[in-house]
C-alpha cells in the first residue's frame, strides 16, 4: 500500500497547484496532507506540504502540529524530526549525506555514500525562502528564524536570528 501512496504522491499531487489556488488550493492541501499522514513516521495536524516538496519515501520524516513544507522544498539524505509550528517559505533545502571521498586510489564517485544525517527543529521555527541547511547543522533550537538565502552549516541555539552565508547569529529573539 505504501508504494501507491508514494506513486499518487509524486505522480499526482506533486504537481498539483498550491494550496491557496483559487480553484484547486483546498483539494491540493487536503490530497497531499492525507498521503504524507500515509508516508510519514509522524504527521501532526493541520500538517500544509505544498508543490513539489520532496522528502524521499517519507520513512525517515516526522512533523508536528502545524508544519508547513514550502513549495519547492527538498530534502535530501536527512533523517528529519520537526516540532510544531513550522514556517518555511518556498525552496528550501535539507542537504545530509554526501560522498566517501577519502580513498585517493578509487574515484570519489565510486566510494559509496555517506548514511543520512539527522536534523531536529524544534517548535516555533520559521525558515525563509532558499535557505539550505548543510550536513553540519544536525540541531535547529526553538523560536529560530532563519533567514531568506541563508546557508547553515552548524548547530542554531534557541531564540537566534540568522542569516548569511555561511549563516550566522544576528541577533536573539526576546520580549521587547
Known amino acids: 500500500m505504501r508504494y501507491l501512496y508514494l506513486f499518487l504522491y509524486y505522480n499526482l499531487a506533486f504537481y498539483l497547484p498550491k494550496s491557496n489556488h483559487p480553484i484547486l488550493g483546498s483539494f491540493s492541501k487536503y490530497l497531499r496532507r492525507f498521503l504524507c499522514k500515509k508516508l510519514f513516521l509522524k504527521a501532526g495536524e493541520k500538517l500544509v506540504v505544498e508543490n513539489h516538496a520532496y522528502f524521499g519515501n517519507g520513512k525517515d520524516f516526522s512533523v508536528g502540529n502545524e508544519g508547513a513544507l514550502g513549495v519547492n522544498f527538498k530534502s535530501?539524505?536527512?533523517?528529519?524530526?520537526?516540532?510544531?509550528?513550522?514556517?518555511m517559505a518556498e525552496d528550501v533545502i535539507f542537504i545530509g549525506g554526501g560522498h566517501k571521498y577519502n580513498r585517493l586510489d578509487i574515484p570519489m564517485g565510486h566510494q559509496g555514500g555517506m548514511e543520512k544525517t539527522p536534523l531536529i527543529?524544534?517548535?516555533?521555527?520559521w525558515?525563509?525562502?532558499?535557505?539550505?541547511?548543510?550536513?553540519?547543522?544536525?540541531?535547529?533550537?526553538?523560536?529560530?528564524?532563519?533567514?531568506?538565502?541563508?546557508?547553515?552549516?552548524?548547530?542554531?541555539?534557541?531564540?537566534?536570528?540568522?542569516?548569511?552565508?555561511?549563516?550566522?547569529?544576528?541577533?536573539?529573539?526576546?520580549?521587547?
Open 76 to 87: 535530501i539524505q536527512r533523517k528529519v524530526t520537526i516540532g510544531n509550528f513550522l514556517m
Open 121 to 125: 527543529i524544534e517548535d516555533d521555527v
Open 127 to 176: 525558515i525563509g525562502t532558499r535557505a539550505m541547511i548543510l550536513p553540519g547543522c544536525k540541531h535547529i533550537g526553538k523560536g529560530v528564524i532563519i533567514g531568506a538565502g541563508s546557508v547553515v552549516t552548524k548547530d542554531i541555539p534557541d531564540f537566534a536570528i540568522v542569516g548569511g552565508n555561511p549563516a550566522r547569529i544576528l541577533k536573539y529573539r526576546n520580549n521587547e
